[in-house]
């Protein structure tokens, strides 16, 4: 089992910039790999993946935003951060760090493949 914290998460304009964290506890030592994967979602809309990473290996973006976010991982700490500039009003969302047992990410931000779940921190971007 491993429990997902959100943190980072408010209200800014847009062009400005934001740090998510997510921690994580729980079966986190060296004998399990996990893909880390931010997903977003919007009221009304599907939840969409926005940027993976898995320990030594690739990370991948959601395409609209290769550009402006960055996620980084600190494995000594459990942590994994989404570092998002020049914020749009389409990246308003509610935001989830997701945890999916595996050594590699595949980047096809499949949901439905992810076993554990932040509760979620909410990105609010106005003009």
């Known amino acids: 089992q491993v429990q997902l914290v959100e943190s980072g998460g408010g209200s800014v304009q847009t062009g400005g910039s934001l740090r998510l964290s997510c921690v994580a506890s729980g079966n986190t030592d060296s004998r399990y790999r996990y893909c880390l994967t931010w997903f977003r979602q919007a009221p009304g809309q599907e939840r969409e993946g926005v940027a993976s990473?898995?320990?030594?290996?690739?990370?991948y973006y959601l395409g609209s935003v290769r550009d402006r976010f960055s996620i980084s991982q600190d494995s000594a700490e459990n942590m994994v951060y989404l570092q998002m500039n020049s914020l749009e009003l389409e990246d308003t969302a509610m935001y989830y760090c997701?945890?999916?047992?595996?050594?590699?990410?595949?980047?096809?931000?499949?949901?439905?493949?992810?076993?554990?779940w932040g509760q979620g921190t909410q990105v609010t971007v106005s003009s």
């Open positions: 997701a945890a999916e047992l595996a050594s590699y990410c595949t980047g096809n931000f499949r949901a439905d493949r992810y076993s554990y």
């Open positions: 990473t898995a320990t030594g290996g690739n990370t």
